[in-house]
């Protein structure tokens, strides 16, 4: 056997000529995969001007260099494409996705995701449908008889809870609540106007199928001043692409 069983490493056979060679090939190899992260895995053409040590997943339908490299790691070292094949159980992160990819046997799959907003995409189906948790967050600052939020509840979102934190202490009012304009407390009533308190505003899981906006109401008096950053809390389901 002249390659190690799992990474395909050449071995340096006995008496053989030019040893440095097959070393160097083993460390390249090591080297590429070894914490293992792409550029990118929508690439069906190789890049112009690759760097040394870029690498990538070679898309569907490959062309050029990649032509039938599909699902491959290519990697630009020593200027040239070097490619490797996965095996099951492989991790790759994706850089400009921030995404971690798995490798079934056959495909590359999504196990854990992270984009802007503090959205967590926790999988992925082969058609493209997604499970993620999501927070988003705003620093309201309060006047009048109530303030709503610039952030909305997403359209077909499941919310888990609004959290709320008085950044700045609450003036001309008693207290406040945290809710939606239908609820004006659904997520905390009577809520401390001092800078600091917070509150977890957890409800059983909520559908909402539009659009919606947080309320911060004044209680005993209109607001003149103060701020509440609220966070909310919940999961999207996104339906198959393909």
């Not at 993620?132 to 009048?144: D, N, Q």
């Not at 109530?146 to 909305?152: L, P, R, W």
């Not at 997403?154 to 934190?165: K, L």
């Amino acid at each position: 056997m002249n390659d190690t069983t799992l990474l395909q490493l050449p071995y340096i056979i006995e008496a053989q000529a030019q040893k440095h060679v097959t070393h160097n090939e083993a460390i390249r190899a090591l080297d590429a995969l070894i914490q293992l992260s792409v550029l990118d895995r929508n690439l069906a053409n190789p890049p112009v001007s690759p760097s040394e040590g870029d690498r990538y997943i070679v898309a569907t339908s490959a062309t050029g260099a990649w032509a039938t490299k599909d699902g491959q790691v290519a990697a630009w070292q020593d200027g040239a494409w070097m490619f490797y094949t996965p095996i099951i159980g492989w991790r790759c992160w994706v850089v400009d996705e921030a995404v971690l990819l798995f490798h079934d046997g056959t495909n590359w799959q999504t196990l854990f995701a992270q984009s802007g907003g503090g959205s967590f995409l926790l999988n992925q189906s082969a058609a493209g449908a997604t499970n993620s948790f999501a927070i988003l967050e705003e620093e309201l600052t309060l006047s009048g008889a109530f303030t709503d939020s610039t952030i909305q509840i997403p359209d077909r979102a499941i919310v888990f809870a609004v959290s709320s934190r008085t950044t700045q202490a609450v003036t001309g009012a008693v207290s406040y609540d945290c809710g939606l304009a239908a609820e004006v407390s659904k997520y905390g009533g009577t809520l401390s106007i001092l800078a600091g308190s917070t509150n977890s505003g957890v409800t059983g899981p909520t559908a909402f199928y539009a659009d919606t906006a947080i309320r911060i109401s004044a209680n005993g008096g209109n607001f003149t001043g103060g701020s509440v950053r609220i966070s909310i809390h919940f999961a999207l389901f996104g339906a198959p692409i393909s």
